[in-house]
Structure formats: C-alpha cells, structure tokens
C-alpha cells in the first residue's frame, strides 16, 4: 500500500512514519509544509529508505494537492497536518481555521477527484483516514462516562472547533460522495520528538535545564495519556482495517491530573539526574489558567480495540520513562530548536473580545 501522509514531519506523523517503514511493507509519500512545529530529524531514520518520500508541500494549496495524487497515485491518505496547541489557538485562531478547516477542505476535494478516477477496484480499496482529537467533545466532569464514538460535539477552544469542522467535513464527504473515509479521535499523546511548547517535553525540558515548571490552575486539570508510538501502531491498523464512516476513538484508559504528570516526571528525574540543588519539585509554579481550560478528557477506547485488534502496549509511567529519557540523550536537537523558536515564552493569555 502507498500512503499518503500529510503532516509526516510533526510529532504523531513522523511516529507514524517512521512505523510504517519500520514495521510495515506499505510506503510513505510524507506531505509537510515544514511549519514551526515539523522536523527532518523525526523522520531521519528512514530518510534514506526507498520507499520513503517527502515533498514540502502545503494542503491549502489545491493545485499542489492534485498533483501529488496523480504523480504518486497513493492507494490511502492518513491526514494529520495540522495546527494543534491550543494556546495558540487562543492567541491566534485565524491560522488555525486556514490549516485545519481549509485544508481539509483542500485536500478532500483533492482526494475526491483522484478517488473518482480510478477503477472499481482501486475505489472499494481506497481510504481517507481522518485524524482527530477527542477535545471536539467537550470537557467531562468528575463522575461522567468517559468519551466514546458517540459523544456529541462541544468543542470550547479555537482549536478544538476548527477540528470539529474538519470532522464534520470528512465525514460530509463520505456521506454525500461516497468517498470512503473514517475518522479516529485520540486522547493527549506524548514521546519522541514533540515539540517542547506542550506539557510533557516542557515540563521535562525546563527541569533538566532548572528552570520553573508552570502548571495552570491548581493542576487538577486531568487528560488521558497515549504513548505516540502505540497510537501510531492503532493508526497504522486503522487505515489497514477502517471502515467508512466509521469512527474509532483511541485510547490507552491512562487519565492523570496535570499535577501528578509534573511530579512524576520530577520523579524520574530525580532519579536519573539529580540535581545538586534539590527535588525537581521544588521548581513547581502554579500559574494563572487559560481562558476556558477544559476540566477533563477521558476515552473509551472498546470499540476501536475490537475492531482493530490492538491495545497500547505502554503503561503511563513505562511509556513516561522511556521519554523523560530520550529528552536527556537529545538535548542538542531541543536546544537548538529552542535557540530558532521561543517555547518558554507564555501563549494563551489573549483577552476576550470588548475587553482590551
């Protein structure tokens, strides 16, 4: 199988990637426009394969979207290119609905006129594999079920709504063209490779360096975690197996409260690089929360584990190891993206409409 894959230099896309050469016999036609958030050296493992490619390449751009459908002729699309902290979101949402409700757009009518072109055979076997996020659903207080496939939509932040748009999109275009796409909505990921503005590699990267560890609120906020590489074995298996129409929630049933991802992570490092001037803890501040912070996000993962036939393999404090890790052997590649792109600074602070 040839997979087209957008957004294949970013944290999910190049795990994805790097799976599929790695693990699989399929090939990758990787798609990146090469933003603030993407990096060669995700992928440089198997940059050299012969059955990897990358073109730098923007989804807004439908004339550049045809043309790589009819040069590489792919058999399936796993579409991941997107903007996707919500903190910029807050401070900027108009590159947000460009990327994510726009380019979607692009790409499916990219996707539907090369889709439409091809033998019947090639038709019934082609897929248009939607990754999503399950923040379109809303928030869960303490006590409510988890999220599940059925859910409904009550996205809060700029970015969860232009999500929820590419949602509705994909799923308009299998409904009323017949294109044979699914959609699969996953909990917070974390590993290898992200970019050091979401909590995990902030929090691990300011405590080796000593620097203060921000948590919003008072830290009860709660998120369920997802080791990237298990999620992209899922993806892998989705786009292999997925139905039309179909929605696959993907999870790995881990919720933390932010807090208890702090610590544990300052646990870890103390015991694999203490610090001369104490606990990593010491270096906690709570901070000022963002506007609308959703309270909780949990999974339901049954369905898609049935039907796909997998199941993380990575406990939340194994699969947190193995990151805190990884960060300490690569300081050189966070460090120098830290020198082009200001992490540290504070995003998500805009104030609301008729307020400034």
């Known amino acids: 199988m040839r997979i087209l894959v957008t957004g294949g230099c970013g944290f999910i896309g190049s795990a994805i990637v790097r799976h599929v050469i790695g693990s699989t016999g399929h090939s990758v036609v990787n798609v990146d426009a090469m933003t603030y958030a993407a990096t060669r050296d995700s992928t440089g493992d198997v940059a050299a394969d012969p059955r990897y490619l990358h073109i730098r390449a923007d989804i807004t751009d439908g004339a550049a979207m045809r043309a790589i459908f009819a040069s590489h002729q792919p058999d399936a699309v796993m579409h991941l290119a997107a903007e996707s902290h919500v903190d910029r979101s807050i401070d900027g949402p108009g590159v947000f609905m ?10 499916l009518e990219a996707a539907r006129e090369y889709w439409s072109g091809l033998d019947l055979r090639r038709q019934a076997a082609f897929r248009f594999h939607h990754i999503s996020t399950d923040e379109v659903f809303g928030t869960l207080q303490p006590g409510d079920p988890p999220f599940t496939e059925t859910t409904p939509y009550d996205p809060r932040s700029p970015y969860s709504a232009s999500k929820a748009a590419s949602d509705h999109l994909v799923r308009a275009w299998q409904h009323t063209y017949g294109l044979p796409a699914f959609v699969t909505n996953t909990t917070n ?25 921000p948590v919003y609120g008072d830290g009860g906020n709660m998120r369920d975690w997802l080791f990237v590489d298990d999620h992209a074995e899922a993806l892998v298996l989705a786009v292999e197996r997925g139905r039309p129409g179909e929605t696959y929630a993907i999870g790995a049933r881990q919720p933390r409260t932010n807090i208890q991802v702090v610590q544990t992570i300052c646990a870890i490092l103390d015991e694999l690089r203490p610090d001369p001037a104490g606990p990593h803890a010491r270096l906690i501040r709570y901070v000022t929360d963002r506007p609308g912070h ?6 339901d993962p049954s369905h898609a584990e049935a039907a796909l036939g997998w199941r993380a393999r990575h406990d939340f404090e194994t699969g947190l190891r193995r990151t ?5 052997e690569h300081r050189d590649w ?17 104030p609301a409409e008729g307020s400034r």
Do not use: C
């Not at 460009?98 to 790409?107: D, K």
């Not at 460090?335 to 602070?349: E, F, I, P, V």
């Open 324 to 328: 805190v890790r990884w960060y300490l």
């Open 189 to 213: 990921n974390y590993g290898f490779w992200h970019f050091p503005e979401k909590l995990i590699p902030l929090v691990t990267i300011n405590a080796i360096a000593g620097r203060a560890l």
């Open 98 to 107: 460009t990327t994510n409700v726009l380019g979607t757009f692009t790409l």
């Open 294 to 299: 959703d309270f909780r996000y949990e999974i």
């Open 334 to 350: 966070w460090t120098a993206l830290q020198a082009r792109h200001d992490s540290t600074k504070r995003l998500g602070m805009a």
